[in-house]
Each structure stands twice: as structure tokens, then as C-alpha cells.
């Protein structure tokens, strides 16, 4: 067994702070991709089926953005809104067709990631939400 000096110790901790930061900023980049993605989709399906869309009108982002705002959502304003709108409608089926060149190179669960999301809106899809 090796023996431990302080200095094994130091580089031990700053090496596994530098490994599972990076993975940290991978997973929080794939989740806030995934978050924005199904914005976009709620915001589509709503505009398409929403009972009282016609409430809104042209001004549903804007209304929109105001009230994730008081519910102390960030990069939610009318602006972030539309993009995350049309970030779904350029990649509608980005759930089931991401491809492993993304997660080349990376140690990343994305399939599972996938497979959450796509049970997720079914379900969603199924209750009405």
C-alpha cells in the first residue's frame, strides 16, 4: 500500500475537485438544455391546444415572462421564451434522436436522460398538463 503524504493528499483532493467539476458543469449544461427543450415544447403545445390561449394573444410571452419571473424562474423573459420556443421547434424530436457524436468522449447517462424525459411529457401529454 502507498503511503500517504501530505502532498499525495493536496493533489489527490485538487484532482478529484477538477474531475467532478467538469462533470458538474456537463450536467448542469445537458439539464439546462433539457430544461429549455421542454420549455419550448409547453409553450408550443400551449399555443397550439391551450383552452384560453386567445386570452393572450400576442402577448402570451410577455405575460409569460412575467409570472415565471415571480416564481423566481431566471433566463425566462419574453426573449429567452421565444428561443426556447424555437429551439424545440428546429429540434421537435430531440429526445429520441440525439446522437452519440454529442456524448462522444464524455461518461454521460445521456440515454437515461432521454428516456426520463420522453416518460416525463408522455405522462404529461396523458394527464393534460
Known amino acids: 500500500m502507498k503511503q500517504l503524504t501530505f502532498k499525495h493528499l493536496v493533489q489527490s483532493i485538487c484532482s478529484i475537485?477538477?474531475?467532478?467539476?467538469?462533470?458538474?458543469?456537463?450536467?448542469?449544461?445537458?439539464?439546462?438544455?433539457?430544461?429549455?427543450?421542454?420549455?419550448?415544447?409547453?409553450?408550443?403545445?400551449?399555443?397550439?391546444?391551450?383552452?384560453?390561449?386567445?386570452?393572450?394573444?400576442d402577448k402570451l410571452m410577455d405575460f409569460l415572462a412575467g409570472v415565471l419571473s415571480k416564481n423566481g424562474l431566471t433566463r425566462c423573459d419574453r426573449r429567452e421564451l421565444y428561443r426556447y420556443r424555437r429551439f424545440y421547434l428546429v429540434y421537435p424530436e430531440i429526445v429520441e434522436s440525439v446522437t452519440p457524436q454529442l456524448t462522444a468522449g464524455r461518461k454521460i447517462p445521456f440515454n437515461r436522460i432521454q428516456k426520463k424525459v420522453a416518460v416525463y411529457l408522455r405522462q404529461h401529454r396523458r394527464n393534460g398538463d
Open 17 to 57: 475537485h477538477a474531475k467532478l467539476l467538469a462533470q458538474a458543469a456537463t450536467a448542469v449544461n445537458m439539464s439546462l438544455t433539457m430544461r429549455n427543450w421542454i420549455i419550448g415544447y409547453y409553450i408550443e403545445e400551449y399555443e397550439r391546444t391551450g383552452i384560453d390561449r386567445a386570452r393572450y394573444g
